[in-house]
């Protein structure tokens, strides 16, 4: 907590939830900022990583873009719809706790009929859960009909999965004997070495499991065949990862993702959309 | 972070992101826990509480509970209910960030029928929203429900809004010239005290407003008549809210919450859990 | 059944179903009436009173409202959200017939939009089940969302439960020995005696039951533990309900409910009403 | 209301609404009555007709029928399916007041749910409004899904449009000058017929328009294409109506009716479904 | 294929599915042609016809009346709504292969609006399955009014089942004896006929059921009550279909739909709807 | 057409829809073949390639496949959920013709209900068109979840892209200069290629554009921004496109696919189907 020049208390931080109402309404108006909505699961990560894997990486992220762009981080969506077995082990372990897919994409509809009437027009949903993409692709596209409905057409949304901003720079140096492919980068050395330095003291580097990579047929099967999927829940092997590794993955999402949100997201904007949020105020 | 008698690392930890999914499975087969579910919301509270103080002390509460009963604590819901004039001072402010209710529900039936699979029998929703109430129950009854279409019918769950665990004894402590009744209490005394007590940095206590309690009809109207609620947001007077008034409050609602779940679920059922935890697993 | 200055049959009533489209439509156009829709449930109300007590009453209720105001009936909503434990004695009596929430909320909307294509903008909600009111609220909530979708923003729309019309000064008279809170009322004093003030061939007070006062914990649990509710399913002892104190209850909520309608949809209004009337239909 | 040989009260009635839960359950073990729900809709009738002409036949058949094979009245279902040019004249007349259809099916299929919860395996849906036929059909069909999930398989439902129960017989006396089809009869002969039987009060005839019949060209234009339906919503004369023509109707429909469901459910059922009424309230 | 004046390949179809989207564009600016739905079901029809016959029969109509008026023909949709005992059988034949009602209409409501975004405001839905009218009806309405909430109020659309275009004339040159009605017509003479013209390869003949017309009793009953339906699935003999009668049906209804959607969408529209195409595109 | 032994017509097809229900049930109950549902969209894919291409691709595939194991191919779902900019170049091309997620979910979960109700365990999906893929996991997994409700728990179901089936030497082969990925394969070599193996005459060579690859950055924006998507609609140049690659892609998809089949549902598993398929009738 800091002192304002006006004497009064001021709370820094970029976080929607530690917002009073009439700070986010302040800063809304004074700046624009983009508002950054984190969409995670709850899912295995392997006996080494903790089930928040998916929600605590983008929230992460997240915060380091809105320390550069001066942008807010909403409240996070901590569950997801159901992990794939080749995506992410498969929704048969116990802790993955997951959605129907409508659910995930109305509740983004929603968040974000909700971030409009505010009066913002910049959304960026941070995805951090393979699965949920083509959910929240429909939860955006609702929201935008929604919107259009009301009379609201200059919303603006981007929506991204983090990992999609590696370098091949910087996937040279993670993987120096060449890159796998995303394919099976669940709970694998992506994952665990951003978690080693975001989280280090959530990683149990003990208990990382020897299994090999997993090994599977160009279709899917249901019931999920579980024999298809490394008990462990890991589909390919962590053992390379390092914090060193972590840090560089992490520093370039952070770093990226401001830039391309800066560029999509111009400051001219801020006059607009202060207009627009008085003008919808009136609306409503 | 911990070393366990047989050198490996371990993570003392309730929350259940934090837990790997071998250890949830774990805890779930040896403790037969309760998970606690706090479920909130992102509601304007006064200019002098932060936006997520509905997800912010169910939270807190639940994490005093786990340590008291070694209970889970899932993720909580962040979005609730669409905030009402009476209950909440209405949903035109903004960074009220409200979902329909019918994908409450929905969430809720999933996430519930989740740790069913998981197989757990004792959940607790510990409801920080008054508005949420209602959608919370429809949202039990229909996992309760699609449950017993998959043959569980021993699913316990209990639900909660944490207020309701206040003692006259307390009621008279922190309203000493007698208390209002409920229905004004929005980020009034017993919120900016709890507040007060587990984030006394998130509260702007020279901002509380000094508006005069809400004096509401005996109805509703729709489109919400804005003149009938403070412009602050905030129901009745805070200003007698104090740290050690929420101190009692808050280890009031541990301590009755841990008690009354001690009650409900006895630790007998422990060994009929992990078997049903096991036949579930069988059987899907 | 009377006959008009103009020789013409004319069926007086306020009843909408009674009501020819061509009446209703003139009705409309030239008192601009506002539209009572009284909403219930089909519940068990103790073995003295009928299975419709929820619904009777406040169509009762508005019929009387409806003399004084000049304003329509609409039929009533005969089923209502499910019956909770500590609000109507639990879902699991026979005779108690429940809706999903959402379709309740969803049947609502969709009849509050049809009394905006008619031209109405004037619809009060006239309550008799408690667990109705939040999927009310979302009903009116849909309702208002997709009339804005249709260019219609000037609809108004009352919510209420008719027994916060209660005075003091009656509560007093019906509570001698003091009022112990709206939570027990349920089949007990106020609805009894309003049920033998309004029907009194309806009331089996020879089957009143002797059980004492209902005894809840601070919270709730599923499935309902039955053995908190009185076997009988009334929540309360009603023996010192009489038919005196139903007049006193029923007499000031149509008094106060009507009083009320009266000023939030005053008379002026009309000619607005009227155009819009012309313009939706010119609209559609 | 009469007093019992044991000197209690006893109101006869066959209205689920005005019987106790407790006499509700008592009828349902000792006599397995089929409940019959009655079903309509709110929707122009003519100039001469109640909105409410839809609900209110059906519900006097249905308390006809009850009297003749003591069965169970429900509430009917006030709302129905949006009106058709070709069937009631189209949805665009004030104070027809229509549902969307899945809101429609899934209300039934909730009260019919409830209804075998109760113990009861014998309903008859009658509906008195053609446009609904499908979404109920709908809405039993999901009924009887989801008890068959709950472990249900003996439910057994009848759902009738009336007026299929017109006996060639009936309908020459009724057109001696030749059935011209159903096609027309919205608000025609057959309705305002009955509604002299059943209620002459709320019959206008003096308003009896004159319009010729609809010429419908065979297919269906959206929007309504208004110009296709008479002024008055009357599809087809109506001016050779009489009471005694609806007396022979209503009769008809009533003895055949009850005949029918004689029939579909003998008396022999009875023991069986009285221990399935036991044996659902131990399974929930 | 051919080759164009200016020496490109042009295919020669009137099928939207075998166009580009270049040419589909074009033929909507240029001819503003009506684009007509096929659809059908997949439902038993007999030990003689496919299984497919409902959506053959629509499409084969479409494609004809295409080539009347220059309309496009959009893909078929080859399910449809359950079948119903009356109607076609019932669904509890292998291979019949139906949809819950809502998700048809939402389908619907789908395509129809996608039409409207494209440019079109000229649809046809060709119904060959009966039980699928309201549910089509409903598709239709939702459609139309989330084009008003779009702005878009010009879209008009026609939904016909195809029978209804049967000419007094034929059905008497079809039916020589007298025409039993359309209550029966499920696999009988008409749908034969029409499939010896259009596919008599489909037609296994020498399969016909000697079945008896079926006698259905003036209500339905659920579960099915399969007793009622012949077991072939054929509801009336269809001994006297002939490939002649199914071409005189089927030029029937090709040459009265042409004309019907001719009278409906006249030439003037073009200019306008070329319009409004382009405005639709600027507007989203 | 052919003369089966007994003197008796068969037509010779493996199509659902062209088969009647009799020889439907005859083939399940005697060689338990794998239902093969092909699905797609209806979409733009340049100004070369039909709409209808991804419908129409996979139909093929599956009438290949069927012939080499004897499946059966029920009819097409020829609409799909919405084009991605980077997957299919995006919805805002006039006629691509786009689903709801959830629509096409839940009509997939009732056609994979209605074969399990036939008797069939043993279904197949076969999805061309990319953005299909999470709402058909999705409504499989519906299904899944309803027919356990229903006590079917042996149904198992195939899922899978077709392209997932190329080979490395096959790709090699299509692409001798290096496969640029399956990214921006959208209307480019691949699907020209088996376009003009598979239906030629509907390939417009003459108008291939001549874009250059797309360059997506590595986020999505919304509403889309077109001038990322080539106008043409083409995400990377299909001039290198010819049937003999088109030829050896297709045959490589039936003869693996086909094998895959073969392996995942091994003949032995006939006789239990078959048995399944009796006691699923007698159960409903």
Known sequence: MATSARGMTMVETNLMAELTWAEYQDRLRRQNPVILLPV??????????????????????????????????????????????????????????????????????????????????????????????????????????????????????IRLEYWDFTSSETLAKVFPEGFPGYALEHAAVMETSISLHIHPHLVRLDKLPKDPPADFPPYDVYPTNTAWVPPSGVLSPAKSASAAKGKALFEEYVRTIAAALKKEFPPKATARAAAAAKSTKRKR
Do not use: W
């Not at 968040?111 to 959910?135: C, I, P, T, W």
């Not at 929240?136 to 057409?153: C, P, T, V």
């Open 40 to 157: 995670g699961a709850l899912e295995q990560h392997g006996p080494h990583l903790p089930l928040g894997t998916d929600h605590m990486i983008p929230t992460a992220i997240c915060k380091g873009v809105a320390e550069r762009i001066s942008a807010l981080v909403a409240p996070a969506f901590n569950y997801g719809y159901k992990s794939q077995p080749k995506m992410g082990g498969g929704n048969h372990f116990p802790g993955t706790t997951s959605l129907d897919g409508n659910n995930l994409s109305l509740t983004l509809r929603d968040v974000l009929k909700e971030f409009a009437r505010h009066g913002s027009r910049r959304v960026a949903v941070v995805d951090g859960h393979y699965e949920n993409q083509m959910f929240l692709i429909e939860g955006i596209d609702l929201a935008m009909r929604e919107l259009r409905y009301d009379g609201i057409n200059d919303m603006k949304i």
